[in-house]
């Protein structure tokens, strides 16, 4: 059973910055891509950032130059560093693993609020 531990949202004002973390665990468990998604309110998930296990990093034009994404050097946790945070940037965060196997993965969700 994969399981994604998400810590780290919160209320924010605007400019302001936050860290999420996602901690991924399960019985021989290979992973691929580590990431995240969003959704805001009456809205379509997104993909917010991807990292490789080669390092190789990709993000959604909205936040480039304001996230960073990163990860452990045992590739099983991912960081999402939010700097510059705007209203618009409020959402439910989720953390997203592709396995070895190709299976996709997302953690429960944790809710990030920008306040303007």
């Known amino acids: 059973q994969v399981r994604l531990v998400e810590s780290g949202g919160g209320l924010v004002q605007s400019g302001g910055s936050l860290r999420l973390s996602c901690a991924a665990s399960?019985?021989?468990?290979?992973?691929?891509?580590l990431g995240w998604d969003r959704q805001a309110p009456g809205k379509d998930r997104e993909l917010v950032a991807r990292?490789?296990?080669?390092?190789?990093?990709h993000y959604a034009d909205s936040v480039k130059g304001r996230f960073s994404i990163s990860r452990n050097k045992l590739g099983n946790t991912v960081f999402l560093q939010m700097n510059d945070l705007k209203p618009e940037d409020t959402a439910v965060y989720y953390c997203?693993?592709?396995?070895?196997?190709?299976?996709?993965?997302w953690g429960q969700g944790t809710q990030v609020t920008v306040s303007s």
């Open positions: 997203y693993i592709r396995s070895g196997s190709g299976q996709d993965y």
């Open positions: 399960g019985a021989r468990l290979t992973i691929n891509v």
């Open positions: 990292i490789l296990m080669n390092g190789a990093t």
